[in-house]
């Protein structure tokens, strides 16, 4: 399953909720009362104006490092010589920047956990003949 923008965007709606600054009589007797739900139009404002500032970051050059999730590492590739593979023509590929995405070992063990339902998994098997 891919994880679309509207689907981060929804999550932000159920999972972000705000304690209001004061209580009624009904809060003190219903404390569910006590939330304000994020809407539609400001969790998308978030999710976009993140996405926005992790663009305008990585197209200045710059190193993006989120703690527990990864980095955003704008790299340099240099111009090199290629092949056109139809005709077999040499042409020279011009120099370009690329974004490459690095995880952090906290994301990678929690990606790569231990599954009991595949007992084989993180076992060793030598070759004792």
């Known amino acids: 399953m891919t994880l ?3 689907d981060i965007i929804e999550s932000i709606i159920q999972g ?6 004061y209580k009624s009589q009904q809060q003190f007797l219903f404390p569910e009362m006590d939330c304000v739900l994020l809407g539609q139009k400001r969790a998308s ?3 976009n104006t993140l996405f926005e500032t ?9 190193d993006i490092r989120i703690s527990g999730f990864g980095n955003f590492q704008v790299k340099l590739k240099w111009a090199r010589k290629g092949r056109n593979p139809q005709t077999g023509e040499v042409i020279i590929l011009r120099s370009r920047r690329t ?3 690095r995880t952090s ?3 990678r063990k ?7 339902d595949n007992d084989t998994q993180d ?4 070759n004792t003949t």
Not at 110 to 116: A, E
Not at 123 to 126: A, C, E, F, M
């Open 123 to 126: 076992k060793i098997y030598l």
């Open 16 to 21: 972000v909720k705000f304690k209001r600054r």
């Open 105 to 107: 070992k906290k994301l």
């Open 54 to 62: 992790i663009k305008q970051t990585l197209t200045r050059g710059e």
């Open 45 to 47: 404002k978030i999710v």
């Open 99 to 101: 974004v490459s995405f």
């Open 4 to 6: 679309t923008k509207a």
């Open 110 to 116: 929690k990606i790569n956990l231990y599954n009991p």
